[in-house]
């Protein structure tokens, strides 16, 4: 049976950076209260974030009247549900064909048999998939997938039926795209909680192309975890004012016990010193720091992941294929790898994987 490589990865982030407008709207939300202000000013800093890219044009006053350029977000009345996925449907293919330029596929583009799109923040019919191939010039006979509203850990699951496909058909040739537009799920809350989990949140996209040339990333396994009664943890929930975002702050406690009692499971029996690749989906500083305790990793095996972090937030399902793209760039032949990303359940997606040059 073939194996599947993951060739190649290339990103794409929205032109306006917002992380500390953002994160001056947030802080403005609890004015009238200014311990808790300061309380949330003092655990934002501390997120590892020092950028966050957004597909909304800021105003120019985080503290003002409207948030956004469009007026929109205007403070008391922001838009509804369906209004958040009218710029979801405009803005999304827009991100997604970019990112699937960058993966320079020349003539190759005829030769792509599958598409899978992975997204949590926006719907729409006929979707950005259809878009996809009819603005990036793929073959309209391509076959095509939709992984929706699985959160983070989507990738993983994007790369897992990736592998499945190229394993059956070694001629199938398969993009996979994670199109992700967290920023339009902004919510007005006074919620310290739902505050802090908001100033994770930006707006990314990733194109990779996996197939059986021996290039790249080989994908050797996938495996998942779930947490017992972790349910309430972490949800994505869509409301009329658009999609409510719990992320517990019981979250990482959770992730490291699961992965500290299932090492065995997800290594297949390797060592946690045989890996030397760690792709861990950066949920936040402190969900990077319990992988860390979990494993007993090194200081720096996570720093793709923090690198990723701090330069564009959390972007949801496209966030730890940014790792992986940044990982491609360096990775030597032979070195073995292990990805995984975390979302509601509370679930843990993982897999190994191998360099091959």
Known sequence: ???????????????????????RFAASQLSEDPRRQTVFNRMADKGGIEHRYSC????????????????LYRRGAFPGTARRMEIFEDQAHRLATRAVEALDLGDERSRITHLIVATCTGFSAPGIDLEIVARCGLDPTVERTLIGFMGCYAAINGLKLARHIVRSEPEARVLVVNIELCTLHL??????????????????CTAALVTADPVGLRLDGFKALLAADTADLMSWSVRDD??????SGRVPRAIEETLGAHRDVFLRGAAVADIDLWAVHPGGRSVLDSVERALDLPADALAPSRNVLRDKGNMSSATVMFVLEDMLASAETGMRGCGMAFGPGLTAETMLFEAVG
């Not at 809350?189 to 100033?199: G, I, P, Q, W």
């Open 1 to 23: 049976m073939s194996h599947a490589y993951l060739n190649r990865v290339r990103s794409a982030v929205p032109e306006n950076e917002v992380h500390r407008y953002f994160l």
């Open 56 to 71: 909304l044009v800021p105003s120019g006053d985080p503290e003002g009247e409207c948030l956004d350029a469009g007026n």
């Open 187 to 204: 919510r007005e809350t006074k919620d310290l909680e739902k505050l802090l989990s908001f100033c994770l949140w930006g707006d990314g």
């Open 242 to 247: 658009g999609f409510d975002m719990v992320l």
